[in-house]
């Protein structure tokens, strides 16, 4: 299963941008999609994840300024992010967990994206 992450770029304190991430491949289920990020020197950590039923959780920082997303006939992903501050800086990584036509499960990862926040 492959994951093609796009969006991300520059822009300024308080500002919006939006993330998106399509799936493809042998995709029989999805159990969830999640964004992930890393920043410069910190570990990778969960930013927002959705379940196949559509229930969301979010990282405590972000709650109340971003919102996750997913169009399940497409198998893509979404990330609205509001309100952006300078600690938002960090590679997004868009995530997808689920089971193949062959009935094997997979953790899928995508390439990244960069999002910069800054005057």
């Given at each position: 299963v492959q994951?093609?992450?796009?969006?991300?770029g520059l822009v300024?304190?308080?500002g919006s941008l939006g993330l998106s991430c399509a799936a493809s491949g042998s995709i029989f289920s999805i159990n969830a999609m999640g964004?992930?990020?890393?920043?410069?020197?910190k570990?990778?950590?969960?930013?927002?994840?959705i379940t196949g039923g559509g229930s969301t959780n979010?990282?405590?920082?972000?709650?109340?300024?971003?919102?996750?997303s997913?169009?399940?006939a497409k198998n893509m992903v979404?990330?609205?992010m509001n309100s952006l501050k300078p600690e938002d800086t960090a590679v997004y990584y868009c995530n997808?967990?689920?089971?193949?036509?062959?009935?094997?499960?997979?953790?899928?990862?995508?390439?990244?994206?960069l999002v910069t926040v800054s005057s």
């Open positions: 994951l093609q992450a796009s969006g991300g300024q304190p308080g964004w992930y990020r890393q920043a410069p020197g570990q990778r950590e969960l930013v927002a994840r979010y990282a405590d920082s972000v709650k109340g300024r971003f919102t996750i997913r169009d399940s979404y990330l609205k997808t967990r689920g089971l193949t036509w062959s009935r094997v499960q997979y953790d899928s990862w995508g390439q990244g994206t």
